[in-house]
């Protein structure tokens, strides 16, 4: 089965660091979207992009977090600097078209001390 | 702005009973629907959709949702639970607008517990 891949799995690092998160969408999915997940806020989206345009990035604080896609087959999420409240599980997902199901990565789980 | 509510926050049943799990949503049309269950350590794994048409929509795993336009409400059911089944499940809704597409609103999730 195809799957939207996510690297790192973990990544521990120190406040002030810069991270870069990663994700591989399913290879003809023209719609890219970022998620967190915390115990208190739940599953948030924080940005989209259909065909690699940046759709919609009003869920992420915009001092510190970007996202982009340099070609169809790769999605970023970078911080900088990086915070020890933005600690969660970061979700990549990709589907194939608008309003299609959105298929899951296993998650970038971060965290920052 | 949509919103989704999952009134329950952990529902325990024994082996072999039935399943509900509720989800109300807010949306001012027609939405898109999901349920998605989460295992410990995982990504989320799409269970069943809802778009249009038959409002009884079948599922991987032998669950089945109803959506019900006048409550709305998109529970979740399975007529007997296997033990496999204990995890987190989370409803979704979806929707487009200016022809783009929106990420999913999800609610807080539902932690299921299965008895021996």
């Known amino acids: 089965d195809a799957r939207v891949t996510q690297t790192p799995r973990d990544k521990v690092t120190e406040m002030g660091q810069e991270v870069t998160m990663r994700c591989q969408p399913i290879?003809?999915?023209?719609?890219v979207f970022w998620y967190r997940q915390t115990m208190m806020q739940g599953l948030e989206l924080l940005a989209y992009?259909?065909?690699?345009?940046?759709?919609?990035d009003s869920g992420m604080p915009k001092d510190r977090f970007s996202a982009e896609m340099p070609d169809a087959t790769l999605a970023t999420l970078k911080i900088q600097p990086s915070e020890p409240r933005d600690s969660a599980v970061y979700f990549c997902?990709?589907?194939?078209?608008?309003?299609?199901?959105?298929?899951f990565g296993d998650g970038t789980r971060l965290s920052i001390l | 702005a949509q919103s989704v509510t999952q009134p329950d926050i952990h529902i325990t049943v024994s082996e072999g009973a039935s399943l509900e799990l509720r989800c109300n949503y807010s949306?001012?049309?027609?939405?898109?629907l999901f349920w998605y269950v989460q295992s410990p350590g995982q990504g989320l794994q799409l269970l069943l959709k809802y778009f249009s048409g038959d409002t009884l929509v079948q599922g991987i795993k032998g669950f089945e949702a109803e959506f019900k336009r006048s409550q709305s409400s998109f529970n979740l059911r399975k007529p007997s639970v296997h033990w496999s089944d204990a995890a987190e499940y989370f409803c979704?809704?979806?929707?487009?607008?200016?022809?783009?597409?929106?990420?999913?609103?999800f609610g807080k999730g539902t932690h299921l517990i299965i008895q021996p």
């Open positions: 290879l003809g999915h023209n719609t």
């Open positions: 979704a809704v979806g929707a487009s607008s200016g022809g783009g597409a929106d990420g999913l609103t």
């Open positions: 992009f259909r065909n690699r345009a940046p759709l919609d």
């Open positions: 949306y001012g049309a027609t939405p898109y």
């Open positions: 997902a990709s589907s194939y078209d608008f309003g299609q199901p959105q298929h």
